[in-house]
């Protein structure tokens, strides 16, 4: 099983156009990440790292080359087929968190269980004990608007967790954060890859970088 | 389990009507009036109809009445007489099947008076059978009789309306009274039951009837002619009134192309009456309320519009985390229905106080059934998909990435 990569790009390539005029984001990218490996990938702003995240989060198709995922060719998968993958098999931590502002923290880690057609028994229970032990027991039905930009994140953290995921795709997740609660926030994603979650970070620094085991440079849509 | 799912998107679409509150009032108000309307007009036209069969049997199904003048003089407001007691009899003796005539002549704006009370009234001269022929029940002392009728006697019996404006509303107090009527005192031997119908701007229960005989010599000084004539038949009506018509015609001297010199009118007239008179109702009430709908519709779809770029970043979390296209779909289309539904209710509830406001203050029949409650609720639900339609399928159409980072 370990030698089968539970993300898999071949040739992938991202154009859009602006006006009339193509720009190529990605020129071909090929990568694999297999399960339990903590990668990060640094890159400018401009470099494609986020393009390259969307597309391997499924929240965007590439213009062309291939994806497979654990194995199964998804590179033609339809919007509802995709949506599953995402509900499923990744769990996405963003850089500016996303919680949906009128709803309390609770429900904002319950919300990927909605759209869950496995059935989770006590999801109320379950969305508390990952907060728990994310250190917000006493922030449970506090709004977003409440919340520090930390304890956002765990927040956000434990919304990721909630489908059991196998991967987790964090935008540049200290970018929004001081220095003491980024090394916080990086020390709960590590603990998460130890406890056997694929991790993948997209970021700049090279410090956050460094937290994981692979670094991948992207550079002009390539992988350097 | 998909039914577990539908509780969730409810409850996610609830959530979002809360916190968008104003947005949610401006709809909610939009659909509260539009249903306001439409549930006046099903009210008032279910009431129509109600009184309408009301009347229908008051008038009685096999009755006919016959007034003097024709239909051309009536529409001019000419008062003729053409009609006498011989007409009458005539009627009961030759027509067979009549089982039942009466008499009838009014004395228009006949004022009653007693001590410093002034009130203006229909006067009614009849037979003692008009009270059970037109369905009257006495409620307080006594109808007049027979004898009164042959001696010419002064004597009344008042309408509930009569009570109110001269009695002070107390049926017994006005028993044994002597009261002016057109300055001619009468005795006051009963007090009719109340019907508590209107007729256009009509009153049933304001009318006094006196023995016609006492009317036709003592106010009217009239001694051949009569008002109407009510007359009852077995067997085929439209046959009888046709008898009736030639019999008449013969009798006045009309002959080939001359109109008739009286007109009669059925159940089925006073029918089309009252219909004609609520139709202007459900006109005005249908235009405004059609347009309200439409507008509290549009005011949804465009706040419904402004909502979802509004919320682009809370569309792309849902897709991040795996709402399909259908999902956001049925999310905005359950934010507008919950939102239409309770604006319906909010409407229901502000047109029984608009009902009550109506049956007190005019003389338009209003009646609440259960249908009202079916036919908001379809109304509602289809305002609300029709507005929600177009804005959650621009939610769902929503690139994620582009909703997410915009």
């Known amino acids: ?75 033609s998968f339809n919007d509802d087929e995709l949506s599953v993958i995402r509900n499923e098999s990744i769990g996405f931590v963003f850089q500016q968190f996303h919680l949906i502002p009128y709803i309390n923290a609770l429900d904002n880690v319950i919300l990927p269980t909605i759209y869950s057609k496995k059935p989770i028994d006590n999801v109320k229970q379950k969305a508390i004990s990952l907060l728990t032990d994310l250190g917000m027991k006493d922030r449970l039905f506090n709004k977003p608007t409440q919340l520090s930009g930390g304890q956002q994140q765990r927040v956000a953290i434990a919304r990721a967790l909630i489908n059991d995921p196998e991967i987790i795709l964090a935008d540049e997740p200290t970018g929004a954060l001081d220095t003491k609660t980024s090394s916080e926030i990086m ?38 | 389990m998909e039914k577990l799912f539908k509780i969730r998107l409810l409850n996610q679409a609830f959530k979002a009507i809360i916190s968008y509150s104003l947005r949610s009032f401006f709809c909610l108000i939009g659909i509260a009036l539009g249903i306001l309307s439409i549930t006046l007009i099903i ?27 024709s239909e051309q003089m009536r529409t001019a407001r000419i008062r003729a007489n053409t009609l006498t007691l011989e007409d009458m009899n005539a009627i009961k003796e030759y027509i067979t099947g009549c089982y039942e005539t009466i008499p009838m002549t009014p004395v228009r704006n006949m004022t009653v008076s007693y001590g410093d009370k002034k009130w203006r009234t229909l006067g009614v001269g009849s037979t003692i059978e008009y009270f059970t022929s037109w369905g009257w029940r006495i409620s307080d002392g006594n109808s007049f009789t027979q004898e009164d009728i042959e001696q010419y006697n002064n004597i009344a019996v008042i309408g509930q309306e009569i009570v109110k404006q001269v009695f002070n509303g107390d049926p017994q107090s006005a028993i044994g009274k002597t009261i002016l009527l057109n300055n001619k005192p009468f005795y006051v031997a009963g007090v009719l039951k109340e019907r508590g119908i209107s007729f256009g701007s009509m009153v049933l229960d304001d009318r006094i009837i006196m023995p016609i005989t006492t009317v036709m010599r003592e106010m009217l000084n009239e001694r051949k002619y009569i008002g109407a004539i009510r007359a009852r038949f077995y067997g085929d009506l439209a046959t009888k009134i046709n008898d ?25 007239d006073a029918k089309q009456f009252l219909l004609v008179l609520q139709g202007t109702l459900v006109l005005f009430l249908g235009i405004t309320g059609s347009i309200s709908l439409i507008v509290g519709g549009f005011v949804m779809a465009n706040l419904f519009m402004i909502s979802v770029q509004e919320r682009s970043a809370e569309i792309g979390i849902r897709r991040a985390f795996g709402a399909k296209k259908h999902h956001i779909i049925l999310q905005i289309l359950l934010e507008c229905i919950m939102i239409s539904l309770a604006g319906s209710i909010l409407g229901l509830l502000l047109s029984f106080i608009a009902g009550k406001l109506i049956i007190a203050y005019t003389t338009i029949p209003i009646f609440f059934s259960h249908k009202i409650f079916w036919i908001t609720a379809l109304v509602a639900t289809s305002v609300g998909v029709i507005s929600g339609l177009y804005p959650a399928r621009r939610a769902a159409s929503l690139n994620p990435v582009e909703a997410l980072f915009a």
């Open chain 1, 1 to 75: 099983m370990e030698n089968i990569p539970i993300i898999e790009l071949k040739n992938i390539k991202k154009s859009f156009f602006i006006g009339n005029k193509e720009i190529e984001v990605l020129k071909g990218i090929d990568l694999k990440i297999y399960k339990k490996e903590s990668i990060a990938i640094i890159g400018q702003s401009g470099s494609g790292k986020t393009t390259l995240m969307n597309i391997m989060g499924c929240m965007d198709k590439a213009t062309s080359g291939t994806y497979l995922f654990k194995g199964k060719d998804i590179t």
């Open chain 1, 187 to 224: 020390d709960i994603l590590v603990s998460l890859n130890e406890k056997g979650k694929t991790l993948i970070i997209i970021t700049h620094e090279i410090e956050i970088a460094k937290r994981c085991k692979k670094i991948i440079r992207i550079s002009d849509g390539k992988i350097i």
């Open chain 2, 43 to 69: 009210a008032s036209i279910e009431g129509a109809n109600k009184k309408a069969l009301q009347l229908f049997s008051d008038f009685g199904p096999d009755a006919i009445l016959i007034f003097s003048g």
């Open chain 2, 244 to 268: 009736v018509v030639e019999l008449l015609r013969q009798r006045h001297g009309l002959k080939g192309e001359m109109p008739n010199d009286f007109t009669i009118r059925t159940a089925e």
